[in-house]
DNA sequence: GTCTATATCCAGATAGAC
DNA sequence: GTCTATCTGGATATAGAC
């Protein structure tokens, strides 16, 4: 009657290291953590590490997109929910400050990061899905008369910029209080920032 | 009659390894560059490079001194010459705009490397002097009236991380026309997140 | 102060038994 | 699929002559 399903069961391996890796390439970065300290970590060994995902920078390449595509569909849910570019961005910005305080280590690794560094192949971070959603909810805001008329890589920089920083700080420990404590202060701001009237 | 200050010296190793590293820094990043390229790149040996620097990260971090007592000194300039917030942000970010377009790599090093990654001791970015700096003359002018109160990080965020990301994406070559075409655009937005009227 | 040669270490990656 | 043992290269850093 008990099965694998039914016991207890221990993580899937590939799972088991993307979430060590999260933790190891925030706290010291990407770097200074060596597969070996992955697997110490995880309690996988190096072979299994290497036979799961070919190189180092593919346990990086992995963990990258699999974050990517949470946040896609966070924001895609709040986009499919709400029916106005300003309840949608305010909705992603309110959803961006509660990840940050539950998981600050998504986070750190996907806004804070400088991919770069160890992922050369893939796009900088304001070209990839979730950026993009975000753009298209303000292009769409903007045909609507709800956001001025102008470039649109100016306007979501505007509005996306300042709640992004206040993110970097938090992550930095420069802000003491939870974010979500300056939520309506910091969206007041970014609204006004494109705002129609 | 000719001597070392007529003749067209060579640049004194310290710079010359500094202007090296930049470079590489920006290029390749940090952990990417061996003390050996550096050597390569500067003609200047390794020996002599650990003698001036005492270690890699030495290197580093003198880099990010020198480049941060540029920018402070830049935005000082910037105080003194204007009388209002308005009028002193907005010289910042045409100054950080600008110097985007001059030097590229040394926007790329102060705004966008990690640096915690490989200057752990060092204060996070948005604790150094320059940024303080940004911080006091919002300051100033919420006491004045020019901008709305709020919490402090609050109006920084708001007011710079619109621009701040502007400058990223023009790094990252997401942006194909020179940052200054933007200006008036990206200001207006900024301003509009704090000013008081 | 500058250089070359070298010591030392540890990283990423693989081999091959189980 | 998983593991241990091992290879190999290249990294940081130093020694010591000039």
Redesign the pocket.
């Known amino acids: 009657m008990s099965n694998s399903a039914t016991s207890r069961r221990v993580q ?3 799972q088991q290291i993307l979430d060590t890796v999260l933790v190891l390439f925030s706290e010291r970065g990407y ?1 200074a ?7 110490r970590e995880s ?10 995902f ?5 346990i990086a390449r992995a963990l990258y997109q699999t974050l990517s595509e949470r946040m896609s569909h966070s924001i895609s849910r709040i986009i499919a929910q709400q029916g106005t570019a300003h309840d949608r961005c305010r909705g992603i910005v309110e959803t961006l400050f509660d990840m940050t305080e539950a998981e600050p280590l998504v986070m750190d690794f996907m806004l804070y990061a400088k991919h770069r560094d160890f992922l050369p192949e893939e796009k900088p971070i304001c070209s990839s899905r979730p950026f993009e959603l975000m753009r298209s909810v303000i292009a769409a805001g903007m045909k609507a008369g709800e956001i001025r008329p102008m470039d649109l890589m100016v306007a979501s920089s505007s509005l996306f910029g300042g709640p992004v920083r206040m993110i970097v700080a938090r992550l930095d420990g420069v802000l003491q209080a939870p974010l979500p404590r300056y939520l309506d202060e910091v969206w007041d701001c970014a609204w006004r920032s494109v705002a129609a009237r």
């Open positions: 899937d391996p590939r770097f953590t060596s597969v070996q300290d992955i697997s309690g996988v060994s190096v072979g299994s590490i290497y036979h799961h070919g190189d180092k920078e593919g």
